[in-house]
């Protein structure tokens, strides 16, 4: 598969579990492809107390640790609520580093002025601090 059919793919994946799980609602979606070929998602837990929310990335990224499988993209969407325009949203840095572990290569979207779908990783970090990580 080329990679703007992967990329588009996750675009698609994400905004499909937006609608189902959220409707009209603000929400937050995240895709990751591993290494086979295979998609984990998750969503963004809202909490009580907003200093233990989790990003949506969180939950894919566990699914990819737990089955022991790299991942090579990362995606994050997002919407306002009563709103149909979706967005990517570029990963936090916390987001970030639990992404370079799997190395430097995973390509990440990032939040652009046109939305479109854009992936690196290594420009979000170009003085990355593990320098065995490249």
């Given at each position: ?74 995606l994050c969407v997002v919407k306002k609520e009563n709103s149909d325009y979706i967005e990517n949203l570029s990963p936090c ?42």
């Amino acid at each position: 598969m080329k990679e703007k059919e992967i990329e588009q793919e996750m675009f698609d994946i994400g905004c499909k579990l937006l609608k189902e799980r959220y409707g009209n609602l603000e929400s937050g979606v995240g895709v990751v492809r591993v290494e086979d070929g295979t998609y984990y998602t998750s969503v963004w837990n809202e909490t009580l107390n907003s200093s233990v929310d989790l990003c949506a990335e969180t939950g894919t990224i566990l699914e990819a640790h737990k089955f022991n499988k790299k991942i090579t993209h990362s995606l994050c969407v997002v919407k306002k609520e009563n709103s149909d325009y979706i967005e990517n949203l570029s990963p936090c840095g916390v987001c970030q580093e639990r992404l370079y572990f799997f190395g430097g290569e995973v390509m990440c979207a990032v939040s652009n002025i046109e939305n479109k779908l854009i992936f690196k990783l290594k420009d979000l970090q170009p003085y990355y601090w593990r320098l065995d990580k490249k």
